[in-house]
């Protein structure tokens, strides 16, 4: 299946930040966020604001946010499950070519421009580039796996 584009005929992407989170990690964040009890804020700029209109209706958020501390020259890795090498697209290791990362998240509370947030493992200051709303019904997937991790 092919649309004819060739990967010489796609261009830049730019990625604008939307805000910026505020959190207690200052070199390393927890394994996962689910597992962190952390309030941590995310500070929309000023301009992105009106995006915000209704957010507080939603219970949990899909976050999404720039790596900008890990490397992009990795394409595979060790995770901390098991010994064997892996290839990065294969795994949640945040260094990677494109360094997305992606959380689910609890919203707390919004003031203004601040939404405060558990369940985020992401380091003070990480560029934020998206927020989209989660849905269990839509976003869940109840019998996915990784099938060299075992359960996970």
Aim: charged share 25%; glycine share 8%; proline share 7%.
């Amino acid at each position: 299946m092919s649309n004819n584009v060739k990967p010489e005929d796609i261009k830049e992407i730019f990625i604008v930040p939307i805000g910026i989170v505020h959190s207690p990690y200052k070199e390393r964040g927890p394994f996962q966020g689910k597992y962190s009890d952390e309030i941590c804020e995310i500070e929309i700029f000023p301009e992105y604001q009106e995006g915000l209109k209704d957010i507080e209706t939603c219970s949990h958020l899909i976050l999404l946010y720039w790596l900008d501390r890990a490397r992009r020259d990795v394409l595979q890795t060790r995770t901390p499950h098991n010994t064997e090498i892996h290839g990065v697209f294969a795994t949640r290791s945040p260094n990677r070519p494109n360094p997305i990362g992606f959380g689910v998240v609890r919203l707390i509370e919004r003031k203004e421009n601040i939404l405060k947030v558990i369940g985020l493992d992401a380091l003070d200051g990480t560029p934020v580039i998206d927020i989209k709303p989660y849905s269990s019904d839509l976003d869940a997937i109840l019998d996915a796996r990784i099938g060299w991790s075992g359960n996970l």
